[in-house]
T-cell receptor, first 115, second 113 residues
Framework: ETGVTQTPRHLVMGMTNKKSLKCEQH?????MYWYKQSAKKPLELMFV?????RVENNSVPSRFSPECPNSSHLFLHLHTLQPEDSALYLC?????WGLGTDTQYFGPGTRLTVL | GENVEQHPSTLSVQEGDSAVIKCTYS??????FPWYKQELGKRPQLIID?????GEKKDQRIAVTLNKTAKHFSLHITETQPEDSAVYFC????????????FGKGTKLSVKP
């Protein structure tokens, strides 16, 4: 349960605010992911980092900006968000990326509310 | 690209009954199919997975079957218990998705005591 941690767990922000979500993995994995989970929608992959390099950016608006300073940490910087961006943001990690058969371990998520 | 459809969206069963959740996928090159369980307020966790060279896999009360011809795979839970209540997500991976998981919309399973 503590392999992937996320902070904060809950975040309320106005549309003009700037905030950051943090993810940390203690599993020695090489790949990290950001997902968006909205009600009644599939988990949406936002970004993938492999060995600290961004390898996937799924047409995510520029108001979401990821950062991966090292293989254990992943950030999602938020600015000028919209109310429709309110969702649960999940971080995940896996041993490697590319084959797709490595188990992804999820963090507990950050519940984001944009007012 | 890959598309994963999951049914039903909600499922209610009596404790002790079986539950079946079905997923279909569009890309015949898909080769890996994991299932995740997400309890209320908690993170998704892998419960079972199957690769395309296998037709069935079991782990205690949980089993997954794969029909490559029909492009569908199913999760079977036998002797359901209240703690099985959760949202279950299927996913598929293809080479075309560069190893990324494509998720279904989820099934909310409620097991009534």
């Amino acid at each position: 349960e503590t392999g992937v941690t996320q902070t904060p767990r809950h975040l309320v922000m106005g549309m003009t605010n700037k905030k950051s979500l943090k993810c940390e993995q203690h599993l020695g994995h090489n790949a990290m992911y950001w997902y968006k989970q909205s009600a009644k929608k599939p988990l949406e992959l936002m970004f993938v980092y492999s060995l600290e390099e961004r390898v996937e950016n799924n047409s995510v608006p520029s108001r979401f900006s990821p950062e991966c300073p090292n293989s254990s940490h992943l950030f999602l910087h938020l600015h000028t968000l919209q109310p429709e961006d309110s969702a649960l943001y999940l971080c995940a990690s896996s041993q490697d990326w590319g084959l797709g058969t490595d188990t992804q371990y999820f963090g507990p998520g950050t519940r984001l509310t944009v007012l | 690209g890959e598309n994963v459809e999951q049914h039903p969206s909600t499922l209610s069963v009596q404790e002790g009954d079986s539950a079946v959740i079905k997923c279909t996928y569009s890309d015949s090159a898909s080769n890996y199919f994991p299932w995740y369980k997400q309890e209320l307020g908690k993170r998704p966790q892998l419960i079972i997975d199957i690769r395309s060279n296998v037709g069935e896999k079991k782990d205690q009360r949980i089993a997954v079957t794969l029909n490559k011809t029909a492009k569908h795979f199913s999760l079977h839970i036998t002797e359901t218990q209240p703690e099985d209540s959760a949202v279950y997500f299927c996913a598929a991976v293809t080479e075309g998705s560069q190893g990324n998981l494509i998720f279904g919309k989820g099934t909310k399973l409620s097991v009534k005591p």
